[in-house]
């Protein structure tokens, strides 16, 4: 009997376009294995054939030492006869089935391919576009899967001699590197004026550096999309571009060559290191050292700055002219999606750039960049984007059928379901515009390709005119299940945890469409994916000109000083006063409820506590008045900030009162009290207030685990000050760090909730 033995192993995962097949043909090879290895629909199958002792060390090296990309999540083995076939080699792709293997995200530039491309004696020195099996782009370039190169936009490259050279040897780093390309055969840059003019140049990049340092506006074609480019260092040019691009006061990002420079402008621990330096290269909000620069209009009344490393060989080139930091905001007007297509570009930016610097390899998927902060010791994502998606979301249990969640209206994703995975999209936005709609649109579409997913079941939000609920209930050939906004957010942490039973949600949001039809937004919920209750929830006020009072927080203010003081809140002595001239008025519309909608939300209480402190009475971005009273808070030693003394009333079912709040922090501001220590009070006598709240809910439950979700807990001191006091008391706290606390998660949520639900209509 012949001592060979065969098998077939099928291997689920992120296991192609990560160097996966090199290295199991390099692995077997070393252990004097035979068979062949291919991707397919699936994944990645496998034959081998050997000696036992052979296949046993195999084995032993596919789970030590796969690629540092690469993400195995099944493996199925199977015993075959032996066959005596020679060598190991890798076979043509089997195109057949349904595709269920996972895509890698865009991955940024290996420090191998770093070292070449700065090599005067390298091939690739100075080439924009230089990738291998370990980096470079996959998710934006894919067209259909599996990733192999005519499925990416880099069909239209045929490769060099030299690269196909590389590409078919085994031993080489860019074996079966499908983006793999040189100056010879691959992606082109090309340096225009913002009307569409060529420049001549012998070197695009060069010529870029040199305008850039004049304080000119550059457009920057890169992985996911446009980039719009300054110097971080001339306040100038920064203020040019906040002017053209209509954001007045809304933080720009910012990317630095190394870790190093970072550190000249901002606080930097372990945590936010590791951040920094991952593969996915997110912006990391890191607290900016006072007075350290870079220009002060970069992040006007703001404590934090928004840093990012290199991840494309370009980012490198242009870091590697000599600038410290560079500013890379997204190239768009505020709110629009962010641009992908030269001509697209040329009519969206070109009233914005000054130079575009173009290339002509195609961006299939939008993508912007991801954002992420450390707080308790993790990172916690604010944009989920570029670098980690598509990677999926491993549910608790498997859905039965194929799920499509349209998300929220604002910082919408949408989410796909197969089985035991959900798949979200990249951060799409506001969908207030028609661009912004045809994205969602375009990425429901291309995501459900990519993965060959057929929706079986629609799960929007509750509320009837979000757009995104008009688009999923515009779909009459399937069937769709509501789910209400704060629900989601609870099923989503409870999702994203592996948690299944019972929940205390102590969820805190802008704005969600209760099943009262009022809107809720200081909620604590309890509940699991088929059911919650609404154990207590922040006193209700109107909100005075209905989405005005958005914009304006004055109009909050003036809402909440009603609350404490009736219509004597006109004559109180403190500055937000002077903004109620049309007071009176405003108390007619609310007690007739005219556009006066009744709220819980806790976003607009932070806005309310902003305006009454006179820190900001109008926004310019989404969070503004709230990102300013945190900041005051932050500057305030935690030693000089006591609380509030509580009500004796606290802790029941029902309404959360807060009008006793108001009146204490008017009282304050009355005796001269500094806006930054009453705003620090404010913070830590709410983050008790609502503690006590969900303890009182733990007790008349038994239930022991709380959820942290709703855009409110993207104010670190707040976050930690509860997160805290909830650990303190011995409660299992859940939250955030896979997806955004924000409306981000609400499509996962919607997933969850909606299978639970869809199986009670079908008796299940």
């Given at each position: 009997m012949?001592?060979f033995?065969?098998?077939?192993?099928?291997i689920?995962?992120?296991?192609?376009g990560?160097?996966f097949r090199?290295?199991?043909?390099?692995?077997a090879?070393n252990c004097g294995l035979?068979?062949f290895?291919?991707?397919?629909?699936s994944?990645v199958i496998?034959?081998i054939?050997?000696?036992?002792?052979?296949?046993q060390?195999?084995?032993?090296a596919?789970?030590?030492d796969?690629?540092?990309?690469a993400r195995?999540t099944g493996?199925e083995?199977e015993?075959?006869?032996?066959?005596g076939?020679?060598g190991?080699?890798?076979?043509v792709?089997?195109?057949?089935?349904t595709?269920?293997?996972?895509?890698?995200p865009?991955?940024?530039?290996?420090?191998d391919?770093?070292?070449?491309?700065?090599d005067?004696?390298?091939?690739r020195?100075?080439?924009?576009?230089?990738n291998?099996?370990?980096c470079?782009?996959?998710?934006?370039i894919?067209?259909?899967?599996?990733?192999?190169?005519?499925?990416?936009?880099?069909?239209a490259?045929p490769?060099?001699?030299?690269?196909?050279?590389e590409?078919h040897?085994?031993?080489h780093r860019?074996f079966?590197?499908?983006p793999?390309?040189?100056?010879?055969?691959?992606?082109s840059?090309?340096?225009?004026a913002?009307d569409?003019?060529?420049?001549r140049t012998?070197d695009p990049?060069?010529?870029a550096?040199?305008l850039?340092?004049?304080?000119?506006?550059?457009?920057v074609?890169?992985?996911g999309?446009?980039?719009?480019?300054?110097?971080?260092?001339?306040?100038?040019a920064?203020?040019e571009?906040r002017?053209?691009?209509?954001?007045?006061?809304?933080?720009?990002?910012?990317?630095?060559?190394?870790?190093?420079?970072?550190e000249?402008?901002?606080?930097?621990?372990?945590?936010?290191?590791?951040a920094?330096?991952?593969?996915?290269?997110?912006?990391?909000?890191?607290k900016?050292?006072a007075g350290?620069?870079?220009?002060?209009?970069i992040?006007?009344?703001?404590?934090?700055?928004?840093f990012?490393?290199?991840?494309?060989?370009?980012h490198e080139?242009l870091l590697?002219?000599?600038?410290?930091?560079?500013?890379?905001t997204?190239?768009?007007?505020?709110?629009?999606?962010?641009?992908i297509?030269?001509?697209?570009?040329?009519e969206?930016?070109?009233?914005l750039a000054?130079?575009?610097?173009?290339?002509?390899?195609?961006?299939?998927?939008?993508?912007?960049?991801?954002?992420?902060?450390?707080?308790?010791?993790?990172?916690?994502?604010i944009?989920?984007?570029?670098?980690?998606?598509?990677t999926?979301?491993?549910?608790?249990?498997?859905?039965d059928?194929?799920?499509?969640?349209t998300?929220a209206?604002?910082?919408?994703?949408?989410?796909?379901t197969r089985?035991?995975t959900?798949?979200?999209?990249?951060?799409?936005?506001?969908?207030d515009?028609?661009?912004?709609?045809?994205?969602?649109?375009?990425t429901i579409?291309?995501l459900g390709q990519?993965l060959?997913?057929?929706?079986?079941?629609?799960a929007?939000?509750?509320h009837?005119?979000?757009?995104?609920?008009?688009?999923?209930?515009?779909?009459d050939?399937?069937p769709?299940?509501a789910?209400?906004h704060?629900?989601a957010?609870?099923a989503a942490?409870?999702?994203?945890?592996g948690?299944?039973a019972?929940t205390?949600?102590?969820?805190?949001?802008g704005?969600?469409?209760?099943?009262?039809g009022?809107?809720?937004g200081?909620e604590?919920l309890?509940?699991d994916?088929?059911?919650?209750?609404?154990?207590?929830w922040?006193e209700?006020?109107?909100?005075?000109?209905?989405?005005?009072a958005?914009?304006?927080?004055?109009?909050m203010a003036?809402?909440?000083?009603r609350a404490a003081?009736?219509?004597?809140a006109l004559k109180?002595p403190?500055?937000?006063?002077?903004?109620f001239?049309?007071?009176?008025?405003l108390?007619?519309?609310?007690?007739r409820?005219?556009n006066?909608?009744l709220?819980?939300?806790c976003?607009?209480?932070?806005?309310?506590?902003?305006?009454?402190l006179n820190l900001?009475?109008?926004?310019?971005?989404?969070?503004?008045?709230a990102?300013?009273?945190e900041?005051?808070?932050?500057d305030?030693?935690r030693e000089r900030?006591q609380p509030?003394?509580l009500p004796?009333?606290?802790g029941?079912?029902?309404?959360v009162?807060?009008a006793?709040?108001?009146?204490?922090?008017a009282?304050d501001l009355?005796?001269?009290?500094?806006?930054?220590?009453?705003?620090?009070?404010?913070h830590?006598t709410?983050?008790?207030?609502l503690?006590e709240?969900?303890?009182?809910?733990a007790?008349?439950?038994?239930i022991a685990?709380?959820?942290l979700?709703?855009g409110?807990f993207?104010?670190?001191?707040?976050?930690l000050?509860?997160?805290d006091r909830?650990?303190?008391?011995?409660?299992?706290?859940?939250?955030?760090?896979?997806?955004?606390?924000?409306d981000g998660c609400?499509?996962?949520g919607?997933?969850?909730?909606?299978?639970?639900?869809w199986?009670?209509?079908?008796?299940e």
């Amino acid at each position: 009997m012949s001592p060979f033995k065969r098998e077939r192993v099928r291997i689920r995962g992120i296991v192609q376009g990560v160097g996966f097949r090199p290295f199991v043909h390099r692995t077997a090879r070393n252990c004097g294995l035979c068979g062949f290895v291919r991707n397919d629909a699936s994944g990645v199958i496998l034959e081998i054939e050997g000696e036992p002792d052979g296949l046993q060390r195999f084995h032993g090296a596919l789970a030590r030492d796969a690629p540092p990309l690469a993400r195995i999540t099944g493996c199925e083995i199977e015993e075959l006869p032996a066959t005596g076939e020679p060598g190991f080699r890798i076979v043509v792709t089997d195109q057949d089935g349904t595709a269920t293997t996972l895509i890698s995200p865009d991955i940024s530039l290996c420090d191998d391919c770093r070292r070449e491309l700065l090599d005067p004696g390298d091939r690739r020195y100075r080439y924009p576009f230089i990738n291998c099996t370990n980096c470079g782009p996959r998710y934006t370039i894919v067209r259909a899967m599996p990733y192999d190169r005519p499925n990416t936009s880099m069909a239209a490259f045929p490769l060099c001699p030299d690269c196909s050279a590389e590409y078919h040897d085994p031993d080489h780093r860019r074996f079966h590197a499908q983006p793999n390309a040189c100056p010879v055969c691959g992606p082109s840059l090309a340096l225009v004026a913002a009307d569409g003019g060529g420049l001549r140049t012998d070197d695009p990049v060069a010529s870029a550096v040199e305008l850039l340092r004049e304080g000119r506006i550059m457009a920057v074609r890169g992985l996911g999309g446009f980039h719009l480019v300054v110097d971080a260092g001339n306040d100038e040019a920064v203020r040019e571009l906040r002017r053209r691009k209509g954001r007045a006061e809304k933080p720009f990002a910012v990317m630095a060559p190394n870790t190093e420079t970072v550190e000249r402008y901002c606080e930097i621990g372990p945590e936010e290191r590791h951040a920094l330096e991952q593969p996915t290269r997110p912006i990391v909000l890191l607290k900016a050292r006072a007075g350290a620069g870079p220009a002060p209009s970069i992040a006007p009344g703001n404590r934090y700055l928004g840093f990012m490393l290199p991840y494309t060989p370009l980012h490198e080139l242009l870091l590697a002219g000599g600038f410290p930091a560079l500013v890379m905001t997204s190239g768009n007007l505020s709110e629009e999606p962010i641009a992908i297509g030269n001509g697209e570009a040329l009519e969206r930016l070109g009233t914005l750039a000054d130079y575009m610097l173009l290339h002509d390899r195609e961006i299939l998927q939008r993508c912007d960049d991801s954002i992420v902060r450390v707080a308790a010791g993790k990172e916690r994502m604010i944009r989920r984007a570029r670098g980690y998606t598509p990677t999926p979301i491993f549910l608790p249990s498997p859905t039965d059928h194929n799920i499509l969640a349209t998300g929220a209206e604002l910082k919408n994703t949408i989410a796909l379901t197969r089985k035991d995975t959900a798949f979200l999209s990249q951060h799409i936005g506001d969908l207030d515009n028609p661009a912004a709609m045809a994205f969602f649109e375009h990425t429901i579409g291309h995501l459900g390709q990519i993965l060959r997913i057929e929706p079986e079941l629609i799960a929007h939000d509750l509320h009837p005119e979000y757009l995104s609920t008009k688009w999923a209930t515009s779909r009459d050939d399937l069937p769709r299940i509501a789910v209400q906004h704060h629900h989601a957010h609870l099923a989503a942490l409870m999702a994203e945890n592996g948690v299944v039973a019972p929940t205390i949600g102590l969820i805190l949001d802008g704005a969600g469409y209760g099943s009262d039809g009022t809107v809720w937004g200081g909620e604590i919920l309890v509940g699991d994916f088929g059911r919650f209750d609404r154990y207590a929830w922040l006193e209700t006020v109107p909100m005075p000109g209905g989405a005005a009072a958005i914009r304006q927080p004055w109009r909050m203010a003036l809402a909440w000083l009603r609350a404490a003081y009736g219509d004597q809140a006109l004559k109180l002595p403190i500055p937000v006063r002077d903004r109620f001239t049309d007071g009176e008025l405003l108390f007619r519309s609310m007690d007739r409820g005219i556009n006066s909608p009744l709220t819980s939300s806790c976003g607009r209480l932070f806005d309310a506590v902003a305006a009454i402190l006179n820190l900001r009475h109008e926004i310019a971005f989404e969070a503004q008045a709230a990102i300013e009273l945190e900041m005051a808070a932050t500057d305030v030693p935690r030693e000089r900030v006591q609380p509030y003394e509580l009500p004796p009333q606290r802790g029941r079912r029902g309404p959360v009162p807060l009008a006793w709040l108001i009146r204490e922090i008017a009282g304050d501001l009355k005796t001269g009290s500094p806006p930054g220590l009453i705003a620090a009070r404010f913070h830590t006598t709410l983050a008790a207030l609502l503690t006590e709240t969900v303890l009182a809910a733990a007790r008349a439950t038994g239930i022991a685990a709380v959820g942290l979700s709703g855009g409110v807990f993207q104010n670190r001191l707040f976050f930690l000050d509860v997160l805290d006091r909830l650990e303190s008391a011995g409660m299992n706290v859940l939250t955030h760090s896979l997806l955004p606390a924000g409306d981000g998660c609400i499509a996962l949520g919607q997933t969850v909730v909606a299978d639970v639900q869809w199986r009670r209509t079908k008796g299940e």
